[in-house]
């Protein structure tokens, strides 16, 4: 499961942030209700790719004591870029991959737009 978090500032910032894990802990599991604070968990890795940033940044992990299962602290920066993802790629499978004056490459890691 995944919780948005509302961060105000640069991916830099963020990332300095992220480090503590006291920092943006939840004090109760949002699957189980249990009330007690989440235990850090480590992170995992989200690629990001903008104007102003080209890169991966760390993703908080948690682990609810009780239920013993995890949440991400997903930056609200991150879940805007993955929703534009989402609707192009579905742009593109709606249309079969073809535009008129563009072409598409498709690999697992990345798609590939030119325009002609």
């Not at 079969?96 to 072409?103: K, S, V």
Request: glycine content about 6%.
């Amino acid at each position: 499961m995944q919780i948005l978090h509302r961060f105000a500032g640069s991916i830099q910032q963020y990332s300095q942030e992220i480090s503590d894990p006291n920092c943006h802990r939840p004090d109760r599991c949002p699957q189980c209700e249990a009330n007690r604070p989440l235990i850090a968990h480590g992170f995992y890795s989200r690629t990001l790719v903008d104007i102003e940033f080209d890169g991966s940044v760390r993703i908080r992990r948690y682990l609810c004591g009780c239920c013993k299962r995890t949440v991400s602290l997903l930056p609200e920066f991150a879940l805007n870029r993955e929703l534009a993802i989402q609707r192009i790629m579905a742009r593109i499978q709606k249309c079969g991959g073809e535009w008129p004056d563009t072409r598409f490459w498709w690999c697992p890691a990345r798609v590939y737009l030119y325009i002609m």
